[in-house]
Nanobody, 123 residues
Framework: VQLQASGGGLVQAGGSLRLSCVVSARTFSRYDMGWFRQAPGKEREFVATINWSDSTYYADSVKGRFTISRDNAKAPVYLQMNNLKPEDTAVYYC??????????????????WGQGTQVTVSS
């Protein structure tokens, strides 16, 4: 399984970005997908996850502003980020793990990772 994240950039506070993660997997629909982020000097933190049935779960810090979605026919995963804040500045990573019944919000629970894409929000 290979993941390729893109879509990061520089945006002003209040603006929007959409991140994409292209997944090369024969059975993409059977993987749970997640987005994480890591700011300088901080640990990698959970942002959002979506399972095989399109159920979603978000970190409290992004709930109501970010939306995770997937297209099982074409195998991308998206993270729509609205009303961005300077504290959202980080490198964003997409991740994948074979699906299971429970939500996975820790980085060690994911088996496959993309290379990361930088998001910078200016005040």
């Amino acid at each position: 399984v290979q993941l390729q994240a893109s879509g990061g950039g520089l945006v002003q506070a209040g603006g929007s970005l959409r991140l994409s993660c292209v997944v090369s997997a024969r059975t993409f629909s059977r993987y749970d997908m997640g987005w994480f982020r890591q700011a300088p000097g901080k640990e990698r933190e959970f942002v959002a996850t979506i399972n095989w049935s399109d159920s979603t779960y978000y970190a409290d810090s992004v709930k109501g502003r970010f939306t995770i979605s997937r297209d099982n026919a074409k195998a991308p995963v998206y993270l729509q980020m609205n009303n961005l804040k300077p504290e959202d500045t980080a490198v964003y990573y997409c991740a994948a793990v074979f699906t299971s019944a429970r939500w996975k919000t820790n980085s060690y629970e994911y088996d496959y990772w993309g290379q990361g894409t930088q998001v910078t929000v200016s005040s």
